[in-house]
């Protein structure tokens, strides 16, 4: 069975241009996240889909990032316009059941910005 | 705030030996806390997973225990070896169980010399 992928594994642009970032979930899970970790700090939470609804999306840093789930399933994350500031690591997780259930997450393998 | 504390130095031990990793927090009443393995280039990865009630939690080589009281958990591997050298991260989960939205440390890295 197919892990969380993650596309572009590495993007470079300029500040001011724009970046999407796609996720694929593991078939059949419900939860998809996105996390992401900036240079020298720890991981942090973004957002949270159930299924194609935002259930939680309080670690957004502005509107300039843009989280979609259309139908469901994969997931994008644009960012428009980029700053300096956006460069780091943005990792997708998708799990099955939430919290003690399992609690388990599965990450993807991150998507790495970096913005010029 | 919230505030989750790994040591941030790297832990250097011996093949064969135990080596025993920190997580302190602070302003947090976590529902449960889970450790995950960060290999460099790579996303984490699940390894337990102990709620709030259980005192110790154990997989194969690994071992977790979780005190509310001194908010505290440590994270044992036993018999290391070189291939358990990664990054450890702590995470924790304060909204009663209903939501996956974690808080994680900044993690520690084992490096097992052999």
């Known amino acids: 069975e197919a892990g969380v992928t993650q596309f572009p594994s590495h993007s470079v642009i300029e500040k001011g241009q724009t970046v999407t970032l796609r996720c694929d979930p593991i078939s059949g899970h419900d939860n998809l996240y996105w996390y992401r970790r900036v240079m020298g700090k720890e991981i942090k939470f973004l957002l949270h889909f159930v299924k194609e609804s935002k259930q939680d999306e309080s670690g957004m840093p502005n509107n300039r990032f843009l989280a979609e789930r259309t139908g469901g399933t994969y997931s994008t994350l644009k960012v428009q316009p980029a700053e300096l500031e956006d460069s780091g690591v943005y990792f997708c997780a998708s799990s099955q059941h939430l919290g003690t259930d399992t609690g388990e997450l599965f990450f993807g393998e991150g998507s790495r910005l970096t913005v010029l | 705030s919230q505030k989750i504390e790994q040591n941030s130095e790297a832990l250097n031990i011996q093949e064969g030996k135990t080596a025993t990793l920190t997580c302190n927090y602070t302003?947090?009443?976590?529902?449960?806390l889970q450790w995950y393995r960060q290999d460099p280039g790579r996303g984490p990865v699940f390894l337990l997973l102990i709620r709030e009630n259980e005192k110790e939690k154990r997989k194969e080589r690994l071992k977790v225990t979780f005190d509310t009281t001194l908010k505290q958990s440590l994270f044992h591997i036993t018999a290391s070896q070189p291939a358990d050298s990664a990054t450890y991260l702590c995470a924790l989960e304060g909204y009663g169980g209903a939501t996956n939205k974690l808080i994680f440390g900044t993690g520690t890295l084992l490096a097992v010399q052999p």
């Open positions: 302003n947090y009443s976590p529902a449960y």
